[in-house]
């Protein structure tokens, strides 16, 4: 493999999200001034506050639902991300396993049926966001991670999970990389979207329910009048009886909230389209979304136009859990995965970036969402998606509208539902721990897997760090 100078493949590549850099990109709806009102009030225009409008639209077509977004609908994490939508609500089968054993049967079911109602939805609503459902392919580049894989496949496919075991040249013959050693195919639990186009869908969706979408419009303050919750903005005020906060990692407004979820930074690049000979030497004709399965791991898929979507490896926690702009953009990650691109396709050599992208995403201690209520069940969150928001803030979204209904579901039943992760401690600790569990992580990579007393005294925790 002759060298390529990754710099040389980045020149041309723009510091923007691929999704987002689109003609299909809807302009902003108004800002909100002055003072309404509205049945349920819905913060955040991502995926999580998206879902929760439509379906409240859906449940009860009468319901006053107003949505207010601080940007631009699809902006942060949900129109920016890798757009695998997947089934698993829990970040993995170990995950679930680990903490709900009781319950694994019912998440999974749960989850294959929201990934279904997604796929309904999408074409229920003519959402042209390239809806795939190609599975994903998971990877191992060492010995020890198909180790890893196999620890609960006997589990999964007792629960009805699809899941084709790969050798090496079976593998191989999916996607063609010279560093694999063997993979698992999950034929059903992933569909691959364009997730900018999906959040433009779904605001379409809204608006053609009914429901009044503000833009540009950031909710400051939320106050507790006794007979409404008022959601205050630089220039007017929402009052309602009802709010569901899908705000992700950004300014909670319930303070309890920052005690779960901490910033961490996530960054991928996009390649050019590949000619019919590049694509032909790495094969993909099922056009399965790929991750690898070492704890520092890459995702990587296709796009309709074949282009390779690769990101990863670098989960980047900025000390004192600061979020800013100039975080989305970071060199020394996008050199890192630009080296990596190429020792995984060599045949590729010589293909080139178009954008180089980042963004903050929320995590909590437990790696899936954690959801709960509070002001006498008036407001409702759901927060700490940890990467898999592109499906399970639809199951999110649910759960909310279901604690703000009052009424007990098979949802809110759930412990994962009832259940809260663990707090992060204070700062400075918090920092020192997560720096020292990114090290850890790392050093278990060069060595076979195994897990030093750091992360061994989190697995006794209930901290997981598995990823």
């Not at 959601?231 to 779960?260: E, I, Y």
């Amino acid at each position: 493999m002759r060298f390529v100078d990754p710099l040389k493949a980045l020149a041309d590549a723009e510091r923007k999200p691929y999704w987002l850099d689109s003609p299909a990109k809807p302009e902003p709806l108004a800002r909100l001034f002055g003072t309404t009102t509205a049945d349920l009030a819905v913060v955040g225009g991502g995926f999580s506050g998206l879902w929760t409008a439509l379906m409240a639209k859906e449940r009860d077509p009468s319901l006053d639902v107003v949505l207010v977004e601080g940007r631009q609908i699809g902006w942060a994490a949900s129109g920016r991300n890798g757009g695998f939508a997947m089934a698993s609500l829990t970040h993995g089968m170990a995950n679930a396993l680990e903490r709900w054993p009781d319950e694994v049967a019912t998440l999974e079911r749960l989850g294959v049926e929201n990934l279904d109602e997604i796929g309904e939805t999408v074409a229920r609503y003519d959402i042209d966001c390239g809806y795939e459902r190609t599975g994903e392919l998971r990877v191992a580049t060492e010995p020890w991670q198909l180790a890893e894989m196999n620890e609960s496949l006997e589990i999964a496919r007792e629960l009805g999970v699809r899941i084709d075991v790969l050798d090496r040249d079976q593998v191989r013959a999916e996607v063609n990389s010279p560093t694999y050693v063997g993979g698992h195919w999950d034929r059903d639990g992933c569909a691959m979207i364009d997730p900018a186009r999906l959040a433009w869908g779904l605001r379409q969706a809204c608006l053609s329910l009914g429901v009044r979408i503000y833009e540009r419009t950031p909710v400051r303050t939320m106050k507790d009048t006794g007979t409404t919750l008022d959601l205050l903005t630089p220039h007017g005020t929402v009052r309602a009886g009802r709010v569901a906060l899908g705000t992700g990692v950004f300014q909670p407004l319930l303070r309890r909230l920052k005690h779960f979820l901490v910033p961490v930074y996530d960054y991928a690049l996009m390649t050019e389209p590949l000619s019919a000979e590049q694509l032909a030497a790495v094969g993909w004709r099922n056009r399965q979304g790929v991750g690898d399965s070492a704890n520092q791991f890459h995702y990587y898929r296709l796009t309709a136009d074949n282009r390779i979507l690769w990101g990863g490896y670098d989960a980047v926690y900025y000390n004192g859990g600061k979020v800013k702009p100039e975080y989305d953009q970071r060199d020394e990650t996008f050199v890192k995965l630009a080296e990596h691109f190429t020792a995984t396709f060599p045949q590729l050599s010589g293909l080139r970036f178009t954008h180089r992208w980042g963004g903050v995403i929320d995590t909590c201690s437990r790696f899936s969402a954690f959801f709960g209520h509070s002001h006498g069940g008036r407001v409702a969150y759901a927060a700490g998606y940890t990467g898999l928001g592109v499906g399970a803030t639809r199951f999110g979204a649910n759960v909310m509208l279901d604690l703000l209904g009052g009424e007990p579901t098979e949802r809110t039943e759930l412990r994962m539902v009832k259940e809260k992760p663990l707090p992060f401690p204070p700062e400075p600790v918090r920092s020192a721990g997560i720096q020292m569990t990114r090290w850890s992580i790392a050093q278990a990579d060069l060595h076979q897997g195994r897990r030093n007393l750091w992360l061994r005294t989190l697995d006794r925790m209930g901290l997981g760090f598995d990823s």
